[in-house]
């Protein structure tokens, strides 16, 4: 508990962390590829969500998008919101439904202040969750673009 | 956005949906729109009294979409009632109940009975209502909400792509809360909705003016009232006793200490008529702010009461109504109907 608070105090040394995860995952996706996705998948998960759950409390949606949401995860607001606070944050800054806990999206603004590379990723609209993701690896869902599939209708064709 | 800025009311580009709201708004007339509580009835009397008091004094009536997590008559339901009668109503949907596959069928649906402005809401948490033993649904959030909308009324589809043969024509708002945490987020959180679709905002309830003028001036320095047209949530306090009801219980409200000090120096029995004179005072206040283009006004089950505050805060007469007859029962409505279909024959 300690340790998350500790971790997540320190936002950008948070989205460092995060840049060099994607970037490791990315450029071995030759070698994740000849394993197979799914052997990949049984291979990593354990550690990712334990790391994550460590650090951030995750709840596995499996489309991670911690870096746009201040490194605090999106998925532990109890509304599951994705795209900012809601209207019923209390006068202490704590949560509506939970009033002993601070509001998930009032941590989120306050350490993506603190996020030089991806603070300004809050703007971007989040589309629909993908509820089949849920229970997946984020990761490998990030290498074979799983994670960022919209909806037909979602999408920008224009 | 396309922005003609010789006229009062910017945000104009064409007309989303030619509903009378829109029509106010886009005129550069000073807006009001007055929250309808539903009944806790089978009976469409309860929701017709409530709308003939609203309907003289506002531009148009929303429907809560059970506010707090209390159950009520469905917003669908008081919005097609409303709209048979000829009422202007705002259909309210809240992302706790319902998810995309039932939101998206509303949709049509209320558009298909005449429904023309939709207020799209996260919506307050279960856990304050009447049933908080529910489960609580939230798969999409006010955001992604309007951007459904959007997608429908603009792209003429469903999320997934699929065709609508006719696309449901609304004018679509959603809601701000400038008075609570991260306060330097609210108007970015403003401009997300506007990227997202919204044309008009109503905010939660104003008991703090100065606040308010901060965000604003927040919003001002980034155009955003040129983009939407915002309405500021107000209503009457009761008593002291129920201002600190309203502040310690009910999600998002803040009352500032001097209001609830203000109420608790005036004798119990002239408590409410204070609550008025607060609320048109602060009404009056929020009209000489650059940026604001009506009021949202909100008592919960009192209708006169609002039709009081609007008419003493010197907002009367509205734009004329054009409700062709009101249906004074059950019968009158069923009659109405009959007419109806046979003029459609």
Known sequence: ?158 | MNEQPNQTSSPSVEMRSGSRLERVLRSGRFAITAELNPPDSADPQAVYDAALVLAEVADAVNATDASGGNVHMSSVAICALLTRAGYEPVLQIACRDRNRIAIQGDILGAAAMGVKNILCLTGDDVSNGDQPQAKRVFDLDSIRLLRTATIMRDKGMFLSGRKLEVKPRVFLGAASNPFVQPYDWRPLRLEKKIKAGADFIQTQYCYDVPRFKKFMQQVRDMGLHEQVFILVGVGPLRSARGADFMRTRVPGVIISDEIVERLEKTPKEKQAEEGKQICIEIIQQVREIEGVAGVHVMAYRQEELVAEIIREAGLLPRPRLKVQSIPRSFEGELEMLRRQALVEE
């Open chain 1, 1 to 158: 508990m300690s340790f998350r608070s500790w971790i997540q105090d320190h936002p950008h040394l948070l989205e460092r962390l995060y840049q060099f995860t994607e970037r490791v995952f990315l450029g071995l996706d030759p070698l994740w590829s000849r394993l197979g996705y799914q052997r990949t998948e049984q291979l990593i998960q354990p550690i990712e969500d334990l790391a994550k759950k460590l650090m951030f409390d995750c709840q596995i949606c499996g489309q991670c998008i911690l870096h746009s949401t201040g490194m605090t995860c999106s998925m532990t607001c109890p509304k599951n919101l994705r795209n900012g606070p809601c209207g019923g944050v209390r006068a202490n800054g704590h949560c509506e439904v939970k009033p002993e806990m601070k509001c998930v999206w009032v941590e989120a603004y306050e350490r993506s202040l603190d996020m030089p590379i991806y603070g300004q990723e809050m703007m971007v609209i989040q589309p629909p969750l993908n509820w089949e993701l849920q229970g997946t690896s984020a990761w490998v869902n990030m290498v074979t673009g799983e994670d960022i599939k919209l909806p037909a209708g979602w999408r920008d064709d224009e």
